[in-house]
C-alpha cells in the first residue's frame, strides 16, 4: 500500500469526468488499497478517485464500522434536507454550508465486480452525496454560497455536538 498524492484546488483534473470502471483486477484492488490508506491518513471520511489523479469511477467512504468501496456508485434513492458544514480533501482549510439529504441509499459494485446497494445516513449520506459529484467534476464549493471565515467555523462548531461530519471529504 502506498499514500498518493492528493490532487487540490486549481488541478483541472478535479473538473473531469470519471469513466466507469469495468475491470476488476489487482490494479484496481492496489488503487482501493492505497486510496483507503490515503483518505485515513488525512482523516477524511470520504474520497474519490480523481482525487488521486485516477479518472474512473471509484470511491471509498468511512462510515466509521467499515472502509465501503464502490465501484460506479449511483444514488437510487434518497429523502429528507438538511444544511451543515462541508469541506474536501482537495481543498484544505476551505469550508461551507451545504444542504444535502439526511438518508441516502447507492447502488455500486464492489471489488469484485458484484452488485450491492447500501444505506446511510447523516454523514455516510453526505459522503456519498459529495464524492458521486466528484466522479462528474462537480466540487462542493459550487453549492456554497460562501466560503466561511475562521470565525463563522469556530462559532458553528462550538454550537454543534461533537462529530465527525466537519471531517473533510
Ligand atoms: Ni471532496
Redesign the pocket.
Known sequence: MAIRKIRTDGDPILRKVSRRVDVFDWRLWQLLDDMKETMQKENGV?L?AV?VGVLRRIVVVDTGEKILELMNPEIVEQSGSYCDIEG????PGVYGMVERPTKVTVRAQDRNGEFFEFTGEGVIAKAFC??TE?LDGK??VDRVDHIMSQQEINDYLDKKPQDKSSA??
Open positions: 470520504g474519490a482525487q474536501c480533501l482537495s481543498f459529495h464524492e466528484h466540487l462542493f473533510q471529504e
